[in-house]
């Protein structure tokens, strides 16, 4: 009999401890629904699914192995399940659906997640009115990355609908894919001296820069979070889309260089000269080395860039492209992973409640200018092997889907502005997740309304395919 324990990878580790204060780590993967929503049968499914991933009805808990602590998971089938049914009464009326959601869940979202004792998930039934709902998981980000939330949604879905009709969903063995990027397994080579020397004092570099950030009235110190949403057409979309393949770039690659301009565009309205500007990609190593197939691959990816840099803009677009598909080539989402896992040896010999507000302290040195999360195609058909723009769930059992609320509540690092972007229905969706202490509610939706406009003014404008 194995006895070992069940230890976090170092990525959930790092975001077990980084979850102090106001960091949070939630995960929300919502869908709106039209149709009568059944009560017992939602409920029944919500359990169904904890049953089908174990990861979420377990506690973490630190074990010692020759007086070094880690974190391990401790499965608890019998934990009850947090399942909540309620209403957005005593929400804004005049705002977006999105925002009344938040508002909704903020109590829940804000509280201290004590992970010792509770499950990573709670399910969540919101009734808009009669017969429009929003329903699904949130989840801690120590138990799931976004691909692996997405699946948990559609678990729930599938067995609602087979709940219903007694019949299994066609949709629920599409392949698991949140991304359209086909992803190749690629060999990792041994780190030399010189490298570990290098990544050490890039990594400082990272740590310690200071990059510039749009001048915004927020008041300091103010915890709360907005969150704005913009959905695209599918005509828009698929141009976004077209437009940015025929210059040889990603559309991820675009949201980041547009983002990264409106910076520049927003502070030179305000007077403020351009400064070094950073940037955060957030990607999914599933797939890519051996041994990572697990419940948490998110790694990160990072770009800086000088004001010369920016002054073409097609030029700096297709910058951006050439240092993703470098930092991929060169295996920085690995290397982003091993800097994780060295960060969580070295504190190794402390205590949990000791090392937490350290390790979440040394995260939140990284700052960044703006930070992208590009999540791809939220349940996406496939069409020979390969995923399309559509996605396949569009109904389950008596209700229709009219759209997803994906979004990533307070996460790690001092990030006051996060672009989360995704497609479903053929349709692109940009969630803008912005620091109360950097922005108003105006400010921050005037910055996303920038980044838009944005988006379809640069992406006609001629990139040069030269490194």
């Known amino acids: 009999m194995n006895d070992a324990p069940d230890l976090l990878n170092p990525l959930s580790e790092m975001l077990a401890l980084s979850s102090y204060g106001n960091t949070k780590n939630i995960l929300v993967t919502m869908v ?57 009464e005593n929400t804004d009326p005049n705002a977006p659906i999105l925002e009344r959601l938040v508002q909704r869940l903020a109590p829940r979202l804000d509280r201290h997640w004590d992970l010792f004792k509770e499950p990573p998930i709670e399910f969540h039934f919101i009734r808009v009115s009669q017969n429009h709902h929003i329903l699904g998981p ?72 200071q990059p510039v950030l749009p001048a915004g009235s927020g008041s300091p110190g103010d915890l709360r979070q907005y969150q704005i949403k913009r959905e695209f057409s599918v005509e828009d979309t698929q141009r976004l889309i077209k437009l940015s393949a025929s ?41 890519r080395f051996r041994g990572f197939n ?13 004001p010369h840099e920016r ?53 939140q040195k990284h700052q960044f200018s703006v930070a992208v999360g590009m999540l791809g195609v939220i349940w996406p058909t496939f069409r020979n092997g390969k995923p399309t723009m559509d996605s396949c769930l569009t109904e389950t059992g008596n209700l229709a889907i009219a759209g997803v609320h994906g979004l990533g509540y307070k996460l790690l690092s001092n990030t006051h502005l996060l672009f989360i972007v995704y497609l479903f229905g053929s349709k692109l969706n940009i969630v803008l997740a912005a620091s109360a202490s950097l922005f108003t509610r105006a400010e921050a939706d005037a910055f996303l309304e920038l980044m838009v406009e944005n988006l379809f003014r640069y992406s006609e404008v001629p990139t040069s395919r030269q490194p």
């Open 32 to 88: 709106e629904t039209s149709g009568a929503l059944d009560e017992q049968a939602a409920k029944l499914a919500a359990q169904r699914t904890a049953e089908n991933f174990p990861r979420v009805l377990s506690c973490i808990k630190e074990v010692r192995e020759r007086g070094k602590r880690r974190l391990a998971w401790e499965h608890h089938p019998d934990l009850p399940l947090p399942i909540f049914f309620t209403d957005l």
């Open 138 to 209: 949130v989840l801690h980000h120590v138990a799931a990355d976004a691909g692996t939330a997405s699946e948990v949604g559609r678990d729930f879905l599938s067995n609602y609908h087979e709940i219903l009709t007694g019949q299994e969903p066609d949709w629920r063995f599409q392949p698991e894919a949140m991304s359209s990027s086909r992803k190749r397994l690629v060999k990792t080579k041994k780190p030399k001296l010189l490298d570990f020397l290098r990544e050490g004092k890039q990594a400082l570099e990272n740590m310690f820069l």
């Open 247 to 287: 210059k040889g770039v990603s559309l991820v690659d675009l949201l980041a260089a547009c983002s990264s301009m409106a910076v520049d565009q927003w502070n030179d309205a305000r007077g403020i000269s351009p400064g070094v500007l950073t940037a955060s990609m957030s990607v999914n190593m599933k797939g």
């Open 294 to 306: 697990t419940d948490n691959n998110s790694a990160l990816l990072f770009f800086k860039s000088l």
């Open 311 to 363: 002054q073409d803009p097609g030029s700096f677009m297709r910058s951006i492209s050439l240092a993703r598909i470098k930092q991929f080539r060169s295996n920085m989402d690995f290397k982003f992973y091993q800097d994780v896992s060295r960060m969580n040896t070295a504190f190794r010999l402390l205590p949990f409640r000791v090392k937490r507000p350290i390790v979440h302290s040394l995260m």
